[in-house]
């Protein structure tokens, strides 16, 4: 039932979370972040560029050497000279060898661009999300991260490995065969070339249509994702509630979104592939009719028409190599776009520009001020209107109060998980914004309710406190909490790996292996955010035995529903609708008739 509670308190402080919001993109970030990830290549670039211009010359040298044995070769065999016809099929040969050896490199030295341009892209939304702010992750479901990580990412590269091989070639021998055409007749040349006003055109259109439905089509994925995964994380409640068929209806609706989408994007490149071939045939057919009729009059070598054909035949046979490139290009291009609008992001709790320093501490903590603090969420959203708190050190301070009270906010602010919309939070005088967030986080260390526990051993999520603790420090800091026992028990004791979020022990041992971790870290402050809520009453007697030794000499915070929890407290702080309604000594507190007194006397009564 707790568990049910503090759910509720966390929906109702925290802000809705935005699932079909995308991130905004400043201007200009697509290309920037194209540029930095291509900038530190731009000599194996320029290389595989080479690679790939010389390619190209040898592959489109072709035709002309089919036109030179035509009108050279063949005449001159018959006059029983074979050297010419010998020296062009040699040549020809040697061209195709020379074009398939380039096109080897040049595909290797791409590769490895294109991997190195992918590790750091990975790399980099990996650091990122973990940077932003908490804030971030609690309006943007996780989902979403992991769509920019891993099929947006996936459309870059499926546009670096084939799609750039594919616009360079389309480009170079367009490039190549204009040049040719014009010089082996210009008239036939130019004729050629007018057929390109019309292919501009279309695939002008193309790009322009399908833009639009490529950028929906990367919100359509991430949709399908954001639900699968909330689905799969949340699959206990589902089951348990039924909400198969709900959820069922659910992923149905964004599956046939994504599926729309997709279906646009093939009937756009449809389109443009009927379009262009129709111009294309048209236009051979005309140049055909041309030609012939200038061979027919003498004033055109067959041989030269021969190779006309045979050129125009590549000039357009590209035309559905650009379409797969424009089809890969428009979804590269809304994936880039998403992709640097995440990096673009920036953590709303910044590292401070030139951190203050604390100052020593001794053996009580360290002084807690909220000075004229007030909180809004991005939404507008007043939790905790202004109040002074001072908190002193070596205290330990319970606050407790109604599921949205503002309890979990306060604790956040504390550990500077969000900055005050007002005024400061100050750690023995010194403003937490103006703190290095390492040093924060030696100094202030929060227990929430979530208990997660990463994959590895007990051991080395206990450690997490601490990295460099050794094993006995590990140990000791079990004991201390009271886990050693159920930890020594284990199949292979401290070694024992836990499995994905701990799942391999009870949710009140993963809370008693997160206090150990927290204590490990040995910090000035400690802040309970309903840390106990999933011990059962042994379990609970025993960190609260423990509790009473650890948090001496420390700052202490303890939220808590359990009102056991507070009589370890000094001082009891009672939260109504973000205010400070009571604040006392449990005994003081109890003894009155207020809130506090009635919460008490209420958990009295459920006891019997």
């Known amino acids: 039932m707790s568990t049910a509670v503090e759910v509720a308190e966390e929906l109702e402080e925290l802000p809705q979370a935005a699932e079909d919001e995308d991130i905004p ?22 290389r595989a560029m080479a690679l790939i211009v010389v390619q190209q010359a040898a592959l489109q040298s072709g035709p002309l050497l089919v036109a030179l044995a035509m009108d050279r070769g063949i005449p001159a065999l018959r006059a029983h000279d074979a050297g010419p016809l010998v020296a062009v099929i040699a040549a020809y040969l040697g061209c195709a060898v020379l074009a398939t050896v380039l096109q080897r490199a040049f595909i290797r030295a791409s590769a490895r661009i294109n991997q190195d341009v992918l590790l750091e892209l990975r790399g980099r939304i990996f650091r990122h999300a973990q940077r932003l702010s908490l804030d971030f992750h609690e309006r943007y479901t996780s989902g979403r991260i992991i769509s920019r990580a891993t099929s ?106 994504y599926a729309a989408a997709t279906a646009d994007g093939l009937l756009e490149m449809a389109r443009y592939v009927g379009f262009s ?70 953590p709303s709790v910044p590292e401070p520009a030139a951190p203050t320093a604390l100052p020593a501490t001794g053996a009580t903590g360290r002084t807690v001020s909220f000075e004229k603090v007030r909180f809004a969420y991005r939404t507008g959203r007043e939790v905790l209107p202004a109040f002074d708190l001072e908190l002193p050190a070596g205290r330990t301070t319970a606050v407790v109060g109604a599921t949205g009270a503002g309890k979990s906010t306060l604790a956040k602010l504390l550990a500077r998980f969000y900055d005050p919309t007002d005024g400061r939070v100050a750690l023995d005088g010194v403003d937490l914004r103006g703190i290095a967030t390492a040093e924060l986080r030696r100094n202030v260390v929060m227990v929430t309710q979530e208990s997660f526990l990463f994959s590895g051993t007990v051991a080395e999520n206990i450690a997490i406190g601490r990295p460099g603790a050794s094993r006995a420090e590990v140990e000791q ?84 529903h359990r009102l056991s929890t507070v009589e370890i407290a000094d001082r009891v702080l009672v939260m109504e609708q973000g205010r400070i309604v009571e604040d006392g000594t449990p005994a003081e507190l109890i003894g009155g008739s207020g809130r506090f007194a009635g919460l008490h006397e209420a958990w009295r009564d459920s006891l019997v």
């Not at 993109?25 to 290549?41: D, K, S, Y």
């Open 25 to 46: 993109v400043p201007p200009g970030a697509a290309r920037r972040l194209l540029g930095e990830l291509l900038g530190p290549h731009r000599g194996p670039v320029v």
């Open 277 to 346: 071939r129709a111009v294309a045939n048209v236009w051979i057919t005309g140049v055909v009719v041309a030609g012939a009729i200038l061979a027919g009059h003498g004033s055109l070598e067959l041989g030269v028409l021969t190779a006309f054909v045979l050129y125009l035949r590549r000039l357009y046979d590209p035309i559905d190599q650009l379409a797969m490139f424009l089809n890969s290009y428009q979804s590269a291009a809304a994936a880039l776009e998403k992709i640097a609008g995440l990096l673009s992001h920036e």
């Open 152 to 257: 947006d990412v996936d459309a870059l590269r499926e546009l670096l490995a084939e799609g750039l091989q594919e616009l360079l070639a389309v480009v170079l021998s367009v490039a190549y065969i204009s040049v040719v055409l014009v010089v082996m007749d210009w008239r036939l040349g130019l004729l050629s070339l007018v057929s390109f006003l019309p292919m501009y055109a279309i695939v002008r259109s193309f790009r322009r249509r399908s833009q639009r439905v490529y950028r929906r089509s990367r919100t359509a994925v991430a949709s399908v994702i954001v639900r699968f995964t909330e689905t799969m994380n949340g699959i206990r409640p589902v089951q348990a509630f039924r909400r198969e068929r709900a959820n069922e209806a659910a992923f149905d609706t964004v599956n046939r979104q």
């Open 477 to 560: 800091a079990a004991r201390d909490i009271g886990a050693y026992d159920f930890v020594a028990a284990l199949p292979d004791g401290f070694d024992t790996d836990v499995r994905k979020r701990g799942g391999r022990i009870s949710a009140g041992q993963r809370q008693l292996v997160a206090f150990a971790r927290a204590l490990l870290a040995d910090p000035a402050v400690l802040i309970l955010d309903e840390a106990t809520s999933s011990l059962d009453v042994p379990g609970e007697q025993a960190v609260q035995r423990a509790m009473r030794t650890v948090l001496a000499g420390r700052t202490a915070v303890v939220i808590a």
